[in-house]
């Protein structure tokens, strides 16, 4: 386990954001699985497994009854995930290769730097991130198991040593303020529940002067696309955005600096954490 990785980790059950010494630590073999670690709190003695490479935060979470995570979860849809589902689906509502160069561009990735990326999935942004930092900590987050097992196998064919994964909640983040210099989401802002909420934890746990740049999808386009939308919204809890939506959560987190980009209904934006905030 990385000592950078572990200096930023809170509790869920005891930590306050505000506590950058947290008390977590790795003290041995979860008991299920001889090969694996447990990561337990010092105050609480709450654990948190580690097993075969991905820390679980969301040890108790309810399998999802959305329909959105339901896929997110269904092992034949993660398989063919990266190199079919997110280019085909993406296709009609923005383009994936200009959202990666977009968020490349706006992350302005240098080495060193650490790197949260939310809703990660299989890890097709994080192995592009890892690769542009180098010797920085990028951690992969995500609530899919499926989806973390399936990154974990495509990291392990490269040389991203860098590279965390760790299954959670974005609702219940287990990072300590100021931890990140670049927080990054794509794919996934528009399946989150409770949105000002995590607008305001993704700016605690950014490092002031730190980036956040996500790639999601606005309302929009002619009729036939707006009634697909609404569909998809319906069935499956998909949350199509509205420009100024976005930029107010990002300014009611107290984000600055406001960028954007639009091809088709999809945003890639980027805001910023101001250099003095307290
Ligand atoms: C469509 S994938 C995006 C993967 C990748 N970032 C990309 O752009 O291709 C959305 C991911 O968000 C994750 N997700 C959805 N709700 C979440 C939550 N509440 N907390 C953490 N991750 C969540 C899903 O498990 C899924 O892997
Ligand atoms: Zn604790």
Known sequence: MN??????????????PRLSNTAISVVGRHHKDAASETLKCGVCGSVYPYCDGIIDFADTVPISSNLSQWAMEFRPLVTFYEHIWRPMVTKP???????????????????????????????N????????VKSGVVIGFDLSLPMLKQGLRTIAKTNALNITLMRGDVNRLPFAESSFDRIHCSGALHLFPNLTRVFMAIYNILKPGGLFVAATYCHGGGFVKRQIQDCIAASSGFHWFELQELQDLADEAGFIGWQHFVRKQGIVFCVGKPEMAV
């Open 3 to 16: 000592a950078n990785v572990l200096r930023k980790l809170i509790c869920l059950n005891c930590g306050s």
């Open 93 to 123: 509502f923005s383009d994936l290769d200009w959202e990666i160069k977009t968020v490349q561009k706006l992350l302005n990735i240098a080495y060193g730097l650490d790197v949260l990326d939310l809703g990660c999935g299989p890890g």
């Open 125 to 132: 942004f994080t192995r592009l991130i890892a690769d542009g």
